[in-house]
């Protein structure tokens, strides 16, 4: 038997899933930002699958090694959102983004903090201002990921993973994330039972 190559269809889709984000960022339409979003989810999906696959020749020491990542597929924020709303897209009639409205944020120069004197907001835009120096920061529409439902539960986009907080709910960010833990996945995968790094 070959050793080498043999998770080389796994490492494919993880090609694929990265293609979908760079076309998730150079997305000109939001149907098209969303059709590279469900092609991301499924591809990596498809590379955890394609490595079980590949690694059935080690199934007795395989599945003992995989736990942990699937215990972490259950158990991390990310990774149990990223499955289930891959899920929730093949498996029933949901959306799994929405476009979030724009807006303006102030906030001081100083990041110490500052004074208001007086603020005075018509319509959503400051008409009269005096205090310390402030800066708009403005935000136009964007994709944000979706609460999801699956198996009659309720699944909400990650604030955590890893132990470490995210603070985005843009799909293209948490994939980003996403990816980047299926690549050690695969990496490891192959380094334990083919002898070989990607």
Not at 32 to 61: D, S
Not at 101 to 119: D, L
Request: charged share 25%.
């Amino acid at each position: 038997m070959q050793k080498t190559g043999r998770l080389k269809h796994a490492k494919d889709e993880l090609a694929h899933a990265a293609r979908a984000i760079e076309a998730m960022s150079g997305a000109k339409s939001f149907g098209q930002f969303e059709a590279e979003w469900r092609t991301f989810l499924n591809c990596l999906e498809k590379a955890w699958v394609k490595t079980e696959r590949a690694c059935q020749p080690f199934a007795a020491t395989f599945q003992p090694w995989q736990g942990q990542f699937h215990h972490m597929r259950k158990k991390d924020m990310l990774l149990r959102y990223l499955k289930q709303a891959r899920d929730a897209d093949n498996h029933s009639v949901q959306d799994i983004t929405k476009i979030a409205p724009g807006s303006v944020g102030y906030h001081f120069v100083n990041p110490a903090g500052g004074y208001i004197k007086e603020m005075r907001v018509v319509n959503g835009l400051v008409e009269h201002y005096e205090g310390d120096p402030m800066v708009a920061e403005v935000r136009p529409p964007h994709p944000v990921a979706v609460r999801v439902k699956n198996n009659g539960e309720w699944y909400d986009p990650p604030t955590s993973h890893l132990g470490q907080p995210v603070n985005t709910s843009h799909p293209a960010d948490l994939a980003r994330l996403g990816l980047t833990y299926y690549q050690s996945f695969v990496a490891q995968a192959e380094r334990k039972f083919f002898g070989s790094a990607p």
